[in-house]
C-alpha cells in the first residue's frame, strides 16, 4: 500500500510558474501509475495529467495541454506536476493520485485510482 504527500502549492502570480511534488512511501513505486487532480472552489475535483507507471506514457486536460508537464522519477519515489503560464483558473486544491497496475498506459479517470494524497493549494492571482 502506497502513502502519498504533496507539497509545493503556494501563491503565485498569473503568467508564473510552480512544480507540485508528491512523493510516494510504501509499496513499489515503479508498480504504480500516478494521477494528478485539482478542485477547484465550489467546484468538483476534475483530472489535470497522468502518467503510467514507467512514466513514459502521459496524458492532459485539454485546459493545461502545452502548460503543464507531469514526470515520474521511480528511483526518487515522486511525481511532479510543472505549471507554466498560470491562470486564475487554475486555481484549486491539488491532489495526486496512485494506481497499481501492471500495465503501462496512463489512466485519466478519478475512479482509476486507489490511493490518494491530502492536497496542496495552488492559488493564482490575477
Known amino acids: 500500500q502506497v502513502q502519498l504527500v504533496e507539497s509545493g502549492g503556494g501563491l503565485v502570480q498569473a503568467g508564473g510558474s510552480l512544480r507540485v511534488s508528491c512523493a510516494a512511501s510504501?509499496?513499489?513505486?515503479?508498480?504504480?501509475?500516478m494521477g494528478w487532480f485539482r478542485q477547484p472552489p465550489g467546484k468538483e475535483r476534475e483530472f489535470v495529467a497522468a502518467?503510467?507507471?514507467?512514466?513514459?506514457?502521459?496524458s492532459y486536460a485539454d485546459s493545461v495541454k502545452g502548460r503543464f508537464t507531469i514526470s515520474k522519477d521511480n528511483a526518487k519515489r515522486t511525481v511532479y506536476l510543472q505549471m507554466n503560464s498560470l491562470k486564475a483558473e487554475d486555481t484549486a486544491v491539488y491532489y495526486c493520485?496512485?494506481?497499481?497496475?501492471?500495465?503501462?498506459?496512463?489512466?485519466?479517470?478519478?475512479?482509476?485510482?486507489?490511493?490518494w494524497g491530502q492536497g496542496t493549494q495552488v492559488t493564482v492571482s490575477s
Open positions: 510504501g509499496g513499489t513505486f515503479s508498480l504504480y501509475a
Open positions: 502518467a503510467s507507471r514507467t512514466g513514459l506514457s502521459t
Open positions: 493520485a496512485a494506481k497499481f497496475t501492471s500495465s503501462t498506459i496512463s489512466y485519466r479517470g478519478i475512479n482509476d485510482y486507489n490511493y
